[in-house]
């Protein structure tokens, strides 16, 4: 039996995979509320094919609980945020989870860490708790990182085709773990040590946003002059070797706009181009705000009340707020004017911001002026219904004579 440790937008799925292919699972979350949600049969978070694959799970007799199980395989996926101002990782949620393991495992226990940390945070912050506990490590304890690798909107397909990679201290424990994840995983599955693990998933997340910061500060550069920074995209892309992303209004979710401050705050006189990378990403929302006035005294636009944000998610048709760039530029707008703005998500269904609304057709009565932040699948399917609204979109998904870009 295998006991998953964190019920969040990876640990969830993780266990549902695993007992929709056969495996005892049992996950594990000290949400009360969380934890009888699903006791109840219904998901946390909406997801493509996530309900199929919990119906399935259970089926096969997943159960999930507020308390940490006795067995030899446990899978920790909790958050790992990060300190805003040392830009290093938090490990505090994996250390405690570990310390909980370690008070009721056997010896001779696995303890699986899926979530993503910082390059060298295994040897720095989770080994010396097992050593103060007694345990002998590759004795009584075997440690392994087993980095997610699945983008929300698209879970369920990732999980089962993206390639995994296995850090493991002994190899045949590193087999035992990649027969785990084989139960569904169809990708390559490959075995290396724990350091090599933790600065691979790391990179990954850094080299895209990287890639996208480029773009980002593209779109400022064509902003200046007043280039159309897609047309010069477009262009550019067509040489064989010139593959530029789309700029957007900033970076959210938990991968990309965290992961590579990971390795700014632990080489902060190494990691230059990854510093300036994730400022310029984290200053797009601002830059958007700038775009929003800009436009506002073009169209001699006085009134804030009547500019709307469409989009409170990180990105498109999915419920998943964290690291919002729309959240930010609010933040960012309510600090210097203490006017916010009106803002409509389809997909987020309780209040979270103020002037939040829940109809496509109120939201745009009650405003003048749309600032598309993210492109949904409703709006792409309605724009008609923009028409005689003065429109800035962020993703570059809708045409017309009233449109502005980034």
Request: proline fraction near 4%; include cysteine.
């Amino acid at each position: 039996m295998i006991n998953v440790i964190g019920l969040g937008y990876i640990g969830f799925p993780t266990a549902l995979m695993l007992a929709s292919h056969g495996i005892s699972v049992i996950g594990t979350d000290y949400n009360k509320e969380l934890v009888n949600t699903l006791q109840t049969g219904h998901t946390t978070f909406k997801e493509k094919g996530l309900d199929e694959l919990f119906n399935a799970a259970l089926k096969n007799g997943i159960r999930f609980s507020t308390e940490y199980q006795t067995t030899d395989t446990y899978i920790v996926s909790v958050p790992t945020p990060y300190d805003k101002f040392s830009k290093k990782v938090d490990p505090a949620y994996v250390i405690g989870a570990v310390k909980d393991v370690l008070k009721i495992c056997p010896v001779g226990a696995t303890i699986v860490i899926e979530s993503t940390i910082s390059p060298g945070t295994i040897n720095k912050h989770i080994r010396p708790v097992i050593e103060e506990t007694g345990f002998k490590i590759g004795r009584d304890i075997h440690l392994v990182h087993a980095p997610e690798r699945i983008i929300p909107g698209n879970m369920v397909y990732e999980l089962l085709h993206n390639n995994r990679t296995i850090g493991a201290d002994e190899k045949e424990i590193g087999e035992r773990v990649k027969e785990i994840y084989a139960s569904f995983c169809q990708g390559e599955i490959i075995v290396t040590d724990i350091f090599t693990a933790e600065m691979t998933k790391v990179v990954e997340n850094t080299f895209r946003a990287v890639n996208i910061a480029f773009a980002n500060e593209l779109a400022k550069i064509c902003r200046h002059d007043n280039i159309d920074v897609y047309e010069i995209i477009r262009i550019c892309n067509m040489h064989p070797r010139v593959n530029i992303l789309q700029p957007g209004p900033g970076v959210g979710g938990h991968c990309i706009s965290v992961d590579p401050w990971f390795l700014v705050g632990d080489y902060p006189s190494l990691a230059k181009v990854i510093d300036e990378s994730m400022k310029t990403n984290d200053a797009m929302p601002a830059f958007v705000l700038h775009r929003i006035h800009d436009i506002m005294r073009e169209n001699k636009m006085r009134d804030l009340s009547r500019v709307g944000l469409y989009g409170l998610t990180y990105k498109e048709n999915v419920d998943d707020m964290r690291e919002s760039p729309t959240l930010q530029l609010l933040e960012d707008q309510e600090s210097h004017l203490g006017v916010p703005l009106k803002v409509y998500d389809p997909l987020i269904e309780k209040d979270v911001v103020a002037n939040q609304y829940h109809n496509l057709e109120k939201f745009l009565n009650d405003i003048d002026f749309v600032v598309i932040m993210v492109g949904h699948d409703e709006i792409k399917n309605n724009n008609d219904k923009l028409n005689g609204k003065i429109v800035l979109d962020t993703r570059n998904i809708i045409e017309g004579l009233n449109v502005y870009k980034l």
